[in-house]
Nanobody
Framework: EVQLVESGGGLAQAGGSLRLSCVASGFPFETYAIGWFRQAPGKEREGVSS????????LYADFVNGRFTISADNAKNTVYLQMNNLKPDDTAVYYC??????????????????WGQGTQVTVSS
C-alpha cells in the first residue's frame, strides 16, 4: 500500500521558516519523483516543487523565487521542503505526491497518482 505522510506544518511569522517532511512507503522510492503542492482557501491546488529521486532533478514554481529548497534522503524514503522567508500568501495546506520519475519534467498534479493527506502551513503577518 502506498503511503505518503506529511509533517512539519504549523504557524510561522512572515519572514520565518518551516521544514516540511514527506515520508513515503509502499513503492520503490528511488525510482519515483516526489512533488509538493499546496492549496490555499478558495484557490486551486498548485505545484510548489518536485524532485526526481533518480537523479536529483528539481523543479520549482516561479513564486518560490529561491525561498524554498527541496531535498531527498533516499535512505529514509523522505523528501523535505525547506521554506524560508515565508509570506502570508504561502498560507495553505501542503501536500506531497508521488509519481514515477520516468518522463517527469513538469509540476502537473494530474500526473501524480499518489497523495498524502496534507499539512497546514499558516503564515502570519
Amino acid at each position: 500500500e502506498v503511503q505518503l505522510v506529511e509533517s512539519g506544518g504549523g504557524l510561522a511569522q512572515a519572514g520565518g521558516s518551516l521544514r516540511l517532511s514527506c515520508v513515503a512507503s509502499g513503492f520503490p522510492f528511488e525510482t519515483y519523483a516526489i512533488g509538493w503542492f499546496r492549496q490555499a482557501p478558495g484557490k486551486e491546488r498548485e505545484g510548489v516543487s518536485s524532485i526526481r529521486n533518480t537523479d536529483g532533478f528539481e523543479l520549482y514554481a516561479d513564486f518560490v523565487n529561491g525561498r524554498f529548497t527541496i531535498s531527498a534522503d533516499n535512505a529514509k524514503n523522505t523528501v523535505y521542503l525547506q521554506m524560508n522567508n515565508l509570506k502570508p500568501d504561502d498560507t495553505a495546506v501542503y501536500y506531497c505526491a508521488a509519481r514515477s520519475a520516468h518522463n517527469h519534467y513538469f509540476l502537473f498534479e494530474n500526473e501524480f497518482p499518489y497523495w498524502g493527506q496534507g499539512t497546514q502551513v499558516t503564515v502570519s503577518s
